[in-house]
Structures are given as C-alpha cells and as structure tokens.
T-cell receptor, first 116, second 114 residues
C-alpha cells in the first residue's frame, strides 16, 4: 500500500527564517502535488511537479521533486505570518499517459505556524 | 464564480438518517473526485468519475455510500443510515483529463452525525 509521509507534522517558526518540509512516498510516481489548507477551508493548489528534477517557485515557496529518491521538498524562504497554514503533499501513483490521473494519495499534512 | 461548488456547506444529522451532498464541478472538467477528510488528517480518496462513468471506488466507500454523476455534470454523494464515524469533511474536486490533471477542490461539506 502506498504511503506518503511528511516531516515534520508540526512546525513553529519565526518570521524571517527559512525552513523545509519533506515529503517521502513509498512507490514509483513521476508527479507530485502540493496543496495549502487554511483552517476550516478547502485545499488550494500550490505546485504541480511533473518530472524528476522539477523545481517550481512562487513567492517565498519553492518545491522540488526527486523521483529516484521518492522525495519532494517544500522550502520556505524568509517566512511571513500569512504563510501559516497546513501544507499537504499528494502523489498520483496510478497515473498513466493513456488513462491520465486516477486519484491522489495525501500525506498527513504539516501544520505550519509562523510567529511574528 | 467558476470554481467547484458544494452544497450544503454544513450538515448536522442524527445517527441513522440519510444525507445527500451535491458537487458542481468546473464546467469544462470531465473528471470529478470525492474525498473525505477527518480532523488532523489528509484527504482520503473515495471515488471518481469520468463523465458519467464511475471508474473507481475506494474500500472506504461502504455499501451505505453511493455516488452518482448523471449526465456527466454535477455529482451527488449519499450516505444512508449515517453513523457517528461518518462525521468528516467531504471534499469534491474536478479536473480535466490531460497531461497536468491538476485537481481543483471545492469548499467541502462538513458533516456532523450526532
């Protein structure tokens, strides 16, 4: 059974600091998704990583994918309070070019709190 | 608003009652997914449709659960004889089958079973 594990599960940090969230998964997958969720809200798509070595950046967030290591990272640079949220990575293990994506398997989430 | 919409947003029911949720996907999307999320956990896949065909169901979807997508547009998720363990956020997502296949999520329906 596919497992998607995020580390850490809880992270409290100060504004202005840098940190990295790790996402490990247990089966082959060439694509990985990062989502953000605010309390009581739905999921907002942040990044779609479609191949080994993919790197995407948006503002203070940068995501990368290493399919050989089955590892994705979400790096936060000079954190600000507005980035406080829960971040989920998700893997699409059954994707095929013919069928397209089937379903997402999510990690437990990393609850990020950024203090002034 | 052209995003995914879900109704109702909140539902409180008594154990043993039936409930039905509705999801309206982004209009040009041909795939629709249902997920369930409990407190402190990531969403778990329940089922998905391509157009009106239900292509996969999770083992989490017991016989009390049924989903439909008539005419390949909106979808409904019905839970019969609700149990307290059914209390969760039910999320709907839609996507266009293609290279990216990014899934866009609706606001969810929060179900509380008393």
């Amino acid at each position: 059974e596919l497992k998607v594990e995020q580390n850490p599960l809880f992270l409290s940090m100060q504004e202005g600091k840098n940190y990295t969230i790790y996402c490990n998964y247990s089966t082959t997958s060439d694509r990985l998704y990062w989502y953000r969720q605010d309390p009581g809200k739905s999921l907002e798509s942040l990044f779609v990583l479609l191949s080994n070595g993919a790197v995407k950046q948006e503002g203070r967030l940068m995501a990368s994918l290493d399919t050989k290591a089955r590892l994705s990272t979400l790096h936060i640079t000079a954190a600000v309070h507005d980035l406080s949220a829960t971040y989920f990575c998700a893997v699409d293990p059954e994707y095929t070019l013919l069928q397209g994506a089937q379903k997402l398997v999510f990690g437990q989430g990393t609850r990020l709190t950024i203090n002034p | 608003d052209t995003g995914v919409s879900q109704n109702p947003r909140h539902k409180i029911t008594k154990r043993g009652q039936n409930v039905t949720f509705r999801c309206d996907p982004i209009s040009e999307h041909n795939r629709l997914y249902w997920y369930r999320q409990t407190l402190g956990q990531g969403p778990e896949f329940l089922t998905y449709f391509q157009n009106e065909a239900q292509l996969e169901k999770s083992r989490l979807l017991s016989d009390r659960f049924s989903a439909e997508r008539p005419k390949g547009s909106f979808s409904t998720l019905e839970i019969q004889r609700t149990e307290q363990g059914d209390s969760a956020m039910y999320l709907c997502a839609s996507s266009w089958r293609g290279l990216n296949n990014e899934q866009f999520f609706g606001p969810g329906t929060r179900l509380t079973v008393l």
